[in-house]
């Protein structure tokens, strides 16, 4: 394994401290719980949004604490749900009077730890509920009954309940827009390589040079298949079309395109797969409203991307421009 | 990890048992996790046991119940992942199942099977799982029902009979899971390709059981 | 070679295209030489800034164009400098009557070229004027007389000469902010494995699984030695102790820290390796007073980091934190 | 890429070569630059002499300079990287050496080393180096010596001869590289570990000339 690593037990308390380190005004970093929170949370006039999920899927979530994001996130280790203890600390912590959203990515340990979580801080007299993200194409609903996975797709849930709850949206408010949101965003993703958890040491799975996973989990959960590598064009067709058909997206829509990078593609590679998703969606007479180029779910240290489309209306139009300031940024 | 040395009841020793079992197969568990998961399961159990053990003289023994509580309240509030919430529910439940019984050793090879089915009967309602869906439901639920069956045959089997029995049927069940396709948990969006390999669960709960059942002679 | 690429040829074309597709409001591009500039360059009262290098560095250069920083970019094929005739084509279109400052990383082909389009361009009565950057401490100069390569350090220097620019700086001005950011800019990095260009189609150099480059080039060159793999916090202590002892930094100094990942490095990574460049930094005594985390300087798919620390004073301070807009963002 | 047919002067058969030998070499050339540079070499080459191949009928004739001058700004505008300039100045160079000269298949043996000496001049000046520094010079300006002494040996030497005495002059030249440590270009950052591999700069030009020596008989 090579990686910027000291103890793989201590990975996702490092990693933290650094965050907290190079963000002293505006983060709070609580170890006993794992938890980021923005050093003004929670504010009285203001739903607090939480989320939380394993690590390993850095910027999400706890690079995107800040004004007009999160107000929280509580990351469990590596690619593991938190406690639902541990949720339920942070929950506490950045209780508002108006409520806290919590959004969660669907997977069983995510849904369990916070289902446990929004009851405990019911019983407290705290407004908390709980929105699933479910945007992932690549696993079929029908086939398997614990449903879609949440992937990239919640980042546009963040920053339009974000945005909303900036602007004093009450709870039932900002739940009716973090829940349109993840109805009208589709993505899937495909790797090129497999990643390296810490702890494990070792590729999560074994990636012949000539194959690729398509449709792939950003915990490194097989896809739809596995595929001959072929050109980027190629590659990036049947992303663009599994997504554009699910919704399905069709001409005249305008969308947000997000080309996300998971982990460990560089930025270059991504903005040339940007471009051939946006001429493709063009040939569909599918208008790219806005666009997002990089990573924002990644996967550890695998080659890949994802490719996720968000149905835009004016109100979307309206909170994802809203500003925005988490720790992610170039200046 | 230090062993706490003191001599103990049975229901000590099972637990204790479990839990050094965890630490002890942190590689083996995640690396069956990693054929179809993502393997964490190792790493999530063996993190939560090892408070279980460091913090294994503390814990109130004021009765089985209150025991089993503490050891699953270290569980839920230490272990993410999917096995935190379904261990510690297993352990919450298999404590209110004897919340009657006065003493950690006065417990009978009946108290033991009602433990194991509440454990059981937990993890389906957290897990929205059931028999069948490739989870280590499909160990606990056939090894207890051979142990009862065991228990019912009369003759008062001796302890090492049964864990022996235990040991035996969850074996068997956990290698069962092989040819089954996962319905819950991060395995089930792999479709088919769960197909061929154990379940990782149901293979610790066996390799659990085997250790209780090959130490039970040198128990504290 | 596992990377989203069509005809390796392509690469960087494809790129500026995705590029300029996902910029349509404030970049454009010119296919013929391989340029990306702000769509409102140049401007009359605001000296230009152009910097270009070879390609596989993103979002160095072309991704840093914008308000508050480049007014172009003209970048090469992948790790070769853009031929002068593309430079001076560049600097033709930004013409400002305030003049065009030209900011080039310290290697031969760049100076070259540079140099070249520079004496062109003032044949035409541009008035056009060069600077070099040479952050890389790995490299003595006293051993080889190229002198030091510029790497990573080179943002500051666009970020700062950038915003003085847009304040209505004159180049004289403009220019010596540049040269000073330079002269109190220190980088090193080093890498855990090596990068594939897309034209190789294999990686640059052999790096046995247990070994890294220390001192590792931007285009992959050697660096100081090969080591063994060892922990976070040693691998960061060379980096820190080699950066800090090479202005010299002391005890008492405020300081910008970078922690750039070189492309295949995920931003989890960065952020532990950031909390430990900032508490050894702390150590000596030194106060990270900015930080930047993130990819800035890029070596392609290269896993691995770079440390660079800038020696601040209060018209730095001010200049850093100028308002800017890029490509490069989240929202 | 399609060979130009018409037959034409020495001057263009060898410019031609060069062209396509770059070309051919492509990968080879790249190689030898990723041992200890980055591996660019035969990628620049090959672009800018694949364009002086496919503008080929195209070029300005009026006389040796005229030509040469097309050829090193095709060279200089579309090569980048350190080769682009310094080739590109080699052309240019060769080109003032003969601007007296009025009729491409008029060239002498001197104006040759003429030419050559001003482009190892060129490349000197716009890359700051000399001879020993491990560069293309060092293949360089062994051949144009050997050259100059082939034909100054008198008995008019053939213009085969000659190019066999340049190929040979600079495969050996080139070879020699190879103990040398750099101290110009992207190699000259790595030390000591540029010593052991021959400069891929060099053995381009060894390359071409063994090229020109090889088919010079069968020049159109
Ligand atoms: N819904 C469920 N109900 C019961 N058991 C489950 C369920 N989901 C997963 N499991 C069990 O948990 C094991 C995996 O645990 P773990 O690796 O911690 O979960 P995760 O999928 O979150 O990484 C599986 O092998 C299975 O035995
Ligand atoms: N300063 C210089 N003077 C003369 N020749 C040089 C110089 N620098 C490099 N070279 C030659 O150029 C070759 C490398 O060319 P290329 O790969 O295009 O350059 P880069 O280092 O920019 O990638 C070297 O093998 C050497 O022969
Ligand atoms: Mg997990
Ligand atoms: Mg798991
Ligand atoms: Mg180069
Ligand atoms: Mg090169």
Known sequence: ?331 | MSSPSTAGSDLEFVVRTIARTAVDNEKQFGDLDAVAGDGDFGYSLARGFEIVLADWETFDRGSPSDFLKRVAMVISKRVGGTSGPLWGTAFLRAAGAVKERPDLAGLSGQDAVAMLRAAAEGIKVRGRSDLGDKTLLDALIPMTDAVEKELGAGGGASGAAVARVAATSARAAAEATTPMQAMRGRQSYTGERSIGSPDPGAVAVAVMAERIADTWESRG
Request: glycine share 10%; net charge negative; with cysteine.
């Open chain 1, 1 to 331: 394994m090579k990686k910027f690593v000291n103890d793989p037990k201590d990975f996702v308390a490092e990693m933290l401290e650094g965050l907290a380190l190079a963000n002293p005004d505006t983060l709070r970093y609580v170890p006993e719980y794992n938890l980021i929170m923005r050093a003004d949370a929670p504010q009285e006039n203001k739903v607090s949004i939480v989320q939380g999920s394993g690590s390993g899927h850095e910027p999400s979530h706890v690079m995107s604490v800040g004004k007009g994001m999160l107000d929280a996130a509580c990351p469990g280790d590596v690619f593991a749900a938190p406690p639902a203890d541990f949720v339920y600390e942070t929950v506490k912590r950045v209780a508002s009077p108006k409520g806290v959203l919590l959004l969660v990515n669907n997977y069983t340990g995510d849904r369990m730890a916070f289902e446990m979580a929004e009851e405990l801080a019911q019983a407290d007299g705290i407004e908390a509920r709980t929105l699933f993200i479910d945007d992932d194409v690549s696993v079929q609903d029908s086939t398997y009954t614990v449903g879609r996975r949440g992937v990239a797709g919640n980042f546009f849930v963040m920053k339009a309940v974000g945005a909303a709850a900036e602007r004093g949206a009450d709870l039932d408010e900002v739940h009716r827009i973090g829940t349109k949101v993840n109805s009208v965003a589709r993505t899937m993703g495909m790797a090129l390589t497999a990643c390296t958890p810490p702890a494990k040491g070792s590729p999560l799975f074994e990636l012949p040079d000539d194959e690729v996973e398509m449709g792939v989990g950003i915990h490194g959960e097989p896809g739809r298949r596995r595929e001959k590598l072929r050109t980027a064009k190629e590659m990036v067709g049947e992303l663009v079309t599994a997504v554009t058909e699910d919704l399905p997206f069709e001409s005249g829509d305008r969308v947000a395109l997000m080309v996300n990078g998971l982990g460990g593609t560089p930025i270059g590679e991504l903005y040339l797969v940007y471009g051939l998703a946006h001429k493709q969606l063009a040939e569909r007479g599918i208008e790219v409203h806005r666009s997002y180029v990089g990573e924002y779910c990644t996967s550890l240290d695998m080659a890949g991307v994802s490719v996720t489309l968000v149905r835009l209306d004016d109100e979307l139009v309206d909170l994802f421009g809203a500003p925005a300031e988490i720790p992610i940024r170039v200046f």
